[in-house]
Each structure stands twice: as structure tokens, then as C-alpha cells.
């Protein structure tokens, strides 16, 4: 911080020091990047708590968390449309299968016979306001946050995923595997 740099990287926070150290170069002026493992945003805010970050300094220095997650894309030469289980689908809470391309892949010589053939990113960004802030530093619970995002907007991973499987992109099976 003594060469006062405009932005800075944090490779990974994994302690409180270093949550404490990025958030006050935050504080002072700092665009400040990092990685923090978590499942999900809201699970993000829960581990800067453990590392005891004050929360009145956490919400005055944060604007956003991203959280992404890599699904695999079905290979285009060998996927098939498919009736998923029923407790798979119960699994995923979708009711209704309407508007729903569920698809799998059977296997080929273009995907190394996996249904599968690239990644892509499902991804789920929560950008702070003064309702949030008002919640977080009230340490409301993560149900209660995620239901003033989702009022803003706030699209889930399941849900951006839900839109993948939906337009036949990945598999059901896919989805649940990795944001589940």
C-alpha cells in the first residue's frame, strides 16, 4: 500500500488478518479484488463473520461478491431429449416441466463418449445497497438476504443454471452435480 496503488489483488483470503487488511485498503480508497472459497454469495458474508471482519466496515467497503461455478456444455453432435426421475426433479424443486429441453448426452467420438464438450460459467452477482447493508450488518440470516436480492433482482446459481437446462445447454444431472 505504500506505493498507493489504484486497485490490488488479493490472491485469496483465507484468514481474518488478511480480510482485515483487504478491507481497510478498501476503506481507503482502494479497488480491491480477492477470492474467497464459499458456495455461494451469501455464503461469502458468512465467512467473512467467522474471521471476525467488523460489519460496519465490511458493507462501507463492499460493492459486490460474484459467485460462478463451471457446468458442462452437452456435446451438440450426441445429446438426446430424455424424461429425467422424478425425485431428480423433485431434487432440483422444479413442479411444472414446462418450457423445460431436458436433454443428456449419449456419447460420441466428438465428446471422447462423456455427452459432454466444453464448460461455461453459471454465475450468480449480488450488488450491494442500503437494504442489504442495513441486513448484513444486522447479521440477519442468509434466508432473509437472499429473499431482499432476489425482491432486487438478484439472479441464484440454481436459477442461472435452471435457464441452461431449460434451454437444453446442460443436463439436469449437470446442474445438480456442481451447484448443488
Given at each position: 500500500?505504500?506505493?498507493?496503488?489504484?486497485?490490488?489483488?488479493v490472491?485469496?483470503?483465507?484468514?481474518?488478518?488478511t480480510?482485515?487488511i483487504?478491507?481497510?485498503?478498501a476503506?481507503?480508497?482502494?479497488?480491491?479484488?480477492?477470492?474467497?472459497?464459499?458456495?455461494?454469495?451469501?455464503?461469502?458474508?458468512?465467512?467473512?463473520?467467522?474471521?471476525?471482519?467488523?460489519?460496519?466496515?465490511?458493507?462501507?467497503?463492499?460493492?459486490?461478491?460474484?459467485?460462478?461455478?463451471?457446468?458442462?456444455?452437452?456435446?451438440?453432435?450426441?445429446?438426446?431429449?430424455?424424461a429425467?426421475?422424478?425425485?431428480?426433479?423433485?431434487?432440483?424443486?422444479?413442479?411444472?416441466?414446462?418450457?423445460?429441453?431436458?436433454?443428456?448426452?449419449?456419447?460420441?467420438?466428438?465428446?471422447?463418449?462423456?455427452?459432454?464438450?466444453?464448460?461455461?460459467?453459471?454465475?450468480?452477482?449480488?450488488?450491494?445497497?442500503?437494504?442489504?447493508?442495513?441486513?448484513?450488518?444486522?447479521?440477519?440470516?442468509?434466508?432473509?438476504?437472499?429473499?431482499?436480492?432476489?425482491?432486487?433482482?438478484?439472479?441464484?446459481?440454481?436459477?442461472?443454471?435452471?435457464?441452461?437446462?431449460?434451454?437444453?445447454?446442460?443436463?439436469?444431472?449437470?446442474?445438480?452435480?456442481?451447484?448443488?
Amino acid at each position: 500500500l505504500r506505493h498507493d496503488p489504484d486497485k490490488i489483488m488479493v490472491g485469496e483470503i483465507r484468514d481474518g488478518d488478511t480480510a482485515n487488511i483487504a478491507v481497510q485498503a478498501a476503506l481507503t480508497g482502494h479497488l480491491v479484488f480477492t477470492s474467497v472459497h464459499a458456495n455461494n454469495v451469501f455464503d461469502v458474508l458468512g465467512r467473512f463473520t467467522h474471521m471476525e471482519v467488523d460489519p460496519y466496515s465490511l458493507v462501507a467497503a463492499l460493492n459486490g461478491i460474484l459467485a460462478q461455478r463451471l457446468v458442462r456444455n452437452l456435446c451438440s453432435h450426441c445429446a438426446v431429449d430424455c424424461a429425467p426421475e422424478r425425485a431428480l426433479l423433485e431434487a432440483a424443486g422444479i413442479t411444472a416441466a414446462e418450457g423445460f429441453l431436458f436433454r443428456m448426452g449419449s456419447g460420441c467420438g466428438h465428446c471422447r463418449g462423456t455427452g459432454y464438450r466444453g464448460r461455461r460459467a453459471v454465475a450468480e452477482l449480488l450488488v450491494l445497497d442500503d437494504e442489504l447493508r442495513e441486513l448484513i450488518v444486522n447479521r440477519q440470516p442468509p434466508r432473509v438476504l437472499k429473499d431482499a436480492a432476489s425482491r432486487r433482482g438478484t439472479r441464484l446459481l440454481r436459477d442461472a443454471g435452471l435457464e441452461l437446462v431449460r434451454r437444453g445447454e446442460t443436463s439436469l444431472q449437470e446442474l445438480m452435480r456442481v451447484v448443488v
